[in-house]
Structures are given as C-alpha cells and as structure tokens.
Nanobody, 124 residues
Framework: QASVVESGGGLVEPGGSLTLSCVASGKTFGTYTMGWYRQAPGKEREEVSC????????YYADSVKGRFTITRDNAKNTVVLRMNEMKPEDSAVYYC?????????????????WGQGIQVSVSS
C-alpha cells in the first residue's frame, strides 16, 4: 500500500520555472519506483519522468528532456520534479505515482499508486 500526495502546482509564464513535490508513504520510500505523469484536456495520460528506487536511473520524455529534472530524497520520502523553460504545451494535470516494481519502467499502466493530481498552467 502507498499514499501519494503532490504539491507545488500553479500558474507560470512561458519560460518560467515550477517545482512539483510528491510524498509517498506506507512502506519504506526506497522500495518505490516513482514517476510523474500528465494529462491535458482531451489527451491521454503521458509519461513525463520516472526515477528508479535506487536513484541510479531516470527516464525523461523527449518533450521535456533538458528542461525537467527529477530527483528523489529517500530520507524525506520525497520525489521532486523541477520544471524549467516551461511552455504552454506543458499545461496539464500532473500526477505522481509509485510502484514496488522489479526493474525500472515508466509506462503509466505499470504504476499502482497514484496521487490526486495537481494543475500546472503555463500562460502569459
């Protein structure tokens, strides 16, 4: 079991930055693979970035490579998504997810525990 809670969304201007945080609790945080996903109106949920439980592997969608950075702090049960050079097309509801998976994949249907989602809007 896991409880997942996101924070940090909001409105930012194009070119600006925003940081999302996610806390997962229930089991030892270091046993969770963590991921960030987003869903814009009328579109399917898509992978944004994921990080392995051992913090040695990370995945980024092509659309965010070089702009977004995922980090985790197992001592604080937290995973952070730092978003720079934001674009209007980054606007979406962002979800944090956790899973006990063996190995490391970022496909959203591989994750069991999900947060409620948080709105991120990029607009002038």
């Amino acid at each position: 079991q896991a409880s997942v809670v996101e924070s940090g969304g909001g409105l930012v201007e194009p070119g600006g930055s925003l940081t999302l945080s996610c806390v997962a609790s229930g089991k030892t945080f270091g046993t969770y693979t963590m991921g960030w996903y987003r869903q814009a109106p009328g579109k399917e949920r898509e992978e944004v970035s994921c990080i392995s439980k051992t913090n040695d592997s990370a995945y980024y969608a092509d659309s965010v490579k070089g702009r977004f950075t995922i980090t985790r702090d197992n001592a604080k049960n937290t995973v952070v998504l730092r978003m720079n050079e934001m674009k209007p097309e980054d606007s979406a509801v962002y979800y944090c997810a956790a899973d006990f998976m063996t190995g490391f994949v970022c496909l959203y249907n591989s994750y069991t525990y999900w947060g409620q989602g948080i709105q991120v809007s990029v607009s002038s």
